[in-house]
């Protein structure tokens, strides 16, 4: 389907008022942005609490009205604690989202090829029938491994019955937004994607705070209030970020860096702290692995025996005592370990592993960091003082570009090693090291597991095994893929590899309410309904910045469409297994209510309900932090530095590496511009794409570009071009702006195929993998970012 946008909107519209559904579609876009006071309440008026489901971090809560069953305002709900009032644009324009053109309105049955986009509509009980048929016969004959749910980040629910009771893989954050954490857990363990920073309501207390690619004043932007608080209070706020971002603009201090090259300003940073002796040997001493000893024979760490016994109960590491002389496991009562110095132990050489950090470290002084960086050499050292001598500091990251590069993993590692040396990983009010977004860092408790007898199992797929990316290039047992969401867009890089292995399987599924790109390559289309319609009263459950906020159904299902609930429920029913299936959302909310964590004592359905649909958690007044005893979660408990598993990486100590594509000088030669994207204020990754209200705030796709790189190319904003590189292409005007780092070109994430003029931006993205990825908790990243490309005038 090359329908454009407007035609396809016409289209639609035409398809909607043939189904006798004429409401808000064309009045509010017609009216938008109007100076309006709400009308006092109607008779035939009710208001309704629920959340913003889209994974842009801030989990708003909203209190909607509805007018004649039509949802009509959104504002913001009050929460306990009333800084987190807030809405932005996407909340307020969901009401034109809701009723958008794009709605799918009824089941989809394909009918051109893979990709095309030619459909024809089909009954609920045909698709339905059809699906559980074909997952039927791939589940007997070739078993739960045939068969992959994949799920987009916006979508609340997990279909968590459909892949148990039948059995079938299931995958969840695939690859996305690991890269750092990876190697942050490895050091210091913890919780997904390591968010060891402290609650953002702490920065007031922080003395500096160092940003690495992070745009929090667009991408958690309701957390702004908590980057003011801070700097007002007198916190020295770094922004590092190749681009004049948002964030910028409001810091202390912008250092613009050569993309992709964040671990080189981290090493240095750790050279300066070690040659000054800014590091706080206390701490590193009761906190870290900095004693242990490092053999030179083999670079493992010393233990107490060479059986190969992994436990470090029973197998503990040595360190080096100064009350005895000799070593001494590190987990003794009564020593006195040595952080600096060599030693032979029975013959075999050792050096402790801060020793071998300083060594190590020699190769990466502040001149050698400027080349790479392209920064200067005072603003390096000044940074890295600023940062150890200030008092408590923060260094926070984002998940966008620098995450998603091949070498992301070195920052991760670099960065644990300097929350260490400085005392600001655990233990410290106002000083934590990791990422502040989407509000991972809070107060959280456990909820219950909805009860299922035992032999209902789903299958994980094990990312170190399988990768995503990798599903595509590798034997593998799945042959039919159900993607709630847009997954096939969003969830992998280079689509053309994408569409080559979905033309071999022979199931594809999408559940969206929204025609996206991903529908197209889908065999049957499922309309769910949209997070704030539903067949039952009560719709979802979230803990979220340390609150637990309750859903209510804000309108009835539009069109043909059902609740993901009600989805996955017929379609077990199909399949003979919706016995086992919770009769509605509020028996399954119930049950896991029902929990023993004191953080949920009196939070009940009646209480949420009695409440505005939003309660405190039981817990402390104060911001969460973490690891405040100094007690992390890996095998030693303290900070691992040192990481063995990595030794025939050259990663045992971080170490300088290039990112895959975007440092390679003959690439570079033939595509010589750095492809970037980023999260936009006014969209939430694939989503908002149709809505009217932004578009006329934002309009269409734009390719930044500095106006030295379109010299060179004779381009103007406005012109057409094509980007290029091996991979494939796609065309989209160019905006010149020097707000772009030249030698970069960017485009926010996101896009359907039909918003750009041709093509799609995943054409371009870099699919390969860094192999040493493989052997990290969440396995190898996926390397969006990390893309090289060229861009020509059509
Ligand atoms: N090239 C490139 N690719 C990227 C990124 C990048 O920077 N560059 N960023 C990556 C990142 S960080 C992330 S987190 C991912 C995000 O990518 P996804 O996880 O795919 O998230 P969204 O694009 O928000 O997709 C949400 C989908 O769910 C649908 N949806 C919304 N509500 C409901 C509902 O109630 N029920 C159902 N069934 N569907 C619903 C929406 O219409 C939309 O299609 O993208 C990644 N992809
Ligand atoms: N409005 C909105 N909010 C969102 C989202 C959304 O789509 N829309 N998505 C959510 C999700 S899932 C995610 S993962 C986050 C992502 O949000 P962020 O973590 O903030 O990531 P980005 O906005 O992609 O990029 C942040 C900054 O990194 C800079 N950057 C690029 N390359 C480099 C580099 O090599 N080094 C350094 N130091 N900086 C670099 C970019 O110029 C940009 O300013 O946002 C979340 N919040
Ligand atoms: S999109 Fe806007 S309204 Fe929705 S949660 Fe994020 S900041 Fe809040
Ligand atoms: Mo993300």
Redesign the pocket.
Known sequence: MNLSRRSFIKTSLAGSAALGFTGPVVAASQKWFQPTTVAKAKANEVTKFTYHTP???CRCAFKCTVRDGKMSIIQPNNWTDNRFSTICL?GISEIDRVYSASRIKTPLKRVGERGEGKFVPISWEEALTEIATKLKELVDQQGGESVLLLRS?GVEHTYEFLTKLLGITKLFWPGI?IGIANTLIESIGGRYYGPTQNQITDWVYSSTIVM?????L????MDSKFFFDAKEAGAKIIV????Y?T?AQKADQWIQ?K????NALLLAMISVILDNGWYDVDYLLKNSTSPFLVREDNEQLLRLNDNGEEDVEKNPYLVWDENSNSVKPFNESGIKPKLEGSFTVDGVKVKTVFSTLRDNQQQYTVSWAADITEIDEDIIFELAKDFATRGPAVLDW??????K?GNADVVGHAGAILGALTGNIGGRIGGSVGST??HFAAWEAALSEYPLPPQFQEIELDQTVMPISDLRFKDNPVRAVINVGNTLQQHFANLHKTEEWLNTLDLVVTIDPFHNTSVNYSDIVLPASTAFESEYEIMNLQINRSHVLLSERVIEPLFESKSDFQIEKELLGKLGLDEYHPQTPEDWIAARLDSDDPHLKGITLETLKENDFIMRLNVPDEPWRQFMDNKYETPTQKIEMYHEKFIEDNQALPNFDEALEIHDESLLKKYPLHF??????????SQFFNVEWLDQITGGPTLEINPLDAKDRNLNTGDVVEVFNDRGSFKVEVKLTEYIRPGQVRLY??WWTENMIEGNLQNVTNENVTKRHYKLVHGPVIAY?DTLVEVKKV
């Open positions: 994974n842009c971090g996407k980040s937004d690495l690619g992070h745009n929090i667009e991408t958690t932007m590092v970020d190749p681009n971002c964030t860096i993309p992709g090259t964040d984002g998940y966008g570009p620098i995450d590069m977004s989407h970037t994207q980023a999260h936009s204020r006014y969209r939430l990754h994430e996101g970012a």
